[in-house]
């Protein structure tokens, strides 16, 4: 039995141990969002929040997030309430065929909350773990420092 906080919701689950986060939040909970690349923590498009940092879910036991607190995706914002880094994705461009966009969400949120990205060098830093096919990486960069932007203005 696992008791786990995702997007704000505590819940309980009996889980098998060899279960992986991320079938657990796609099976389990009905978050589709988090999704399944290599499934080899190479491409980062399972990227999630464990606890305030971005893990691979992978990589991840279910079970070995137990008392902890995951954020998904699915906790940024709606359709009609974006949250400010997928508005920055959408106004820039920042995504062409969506599959690695959640993943590159997460971690921009992670990046975003730790660190003051202040070249796009660290921007591409931060992101040189998740693969993307589609879009050369600099709408990615763009949208980011867009965020970066607003966020010291505020």
């Known amino acids: ?18 279960l ?13 969002g988090t999704h399944v690349g290599c499934e080899q923590g190479v491409c980062g498009a399972c990227t ?12 991840c036991f279910a ?3 137990d008392g902890g607190e995951i954020e998904t995706v699915e906790s940024l914002g709606t359709v009609d309430d974006l949250h400010p880094l997928q508005k920055a994705f959408q106004e820039h461009h920042a995504l062409q065929c969506g599959f690695c966009t959640p993943g ?5 949120i992670d990046l975003l909350r730790k660190y003051p990205l202040a070249t796009d060098a660290e921007i591409r830093e931060g992101l040189s773990g998740n693969l993307c096919r589609c ?6 960069v763009q949208a980011i420092r867009s965020a970066v932007e607003a ?4």
């Open 1 to 18: 039995m696992i008791r786990v906080t995702v997007n704000g919701v505590t819940s309980e689950h009996e889980v098998e141990a060899r």
């Open 20 to 32: 992986l986060l991320a079938d657990f939040l796609r099976h389990s909970l009905g978050l589709t």
């Open 48 to 59: 999630v929040l464990l606890n305030g940092d971005s893990v691979r879910a992978c990589l």
């Open 63 to 65: 079970v070995q997030a």
């Open 104 to 108: 590159m969400l997460m971690t921009g």
């Open 135 to 140: 879009t050369g990486y600099e709408h990615l």
């Open 151 to 154: 966020r010291n203005e505020s």
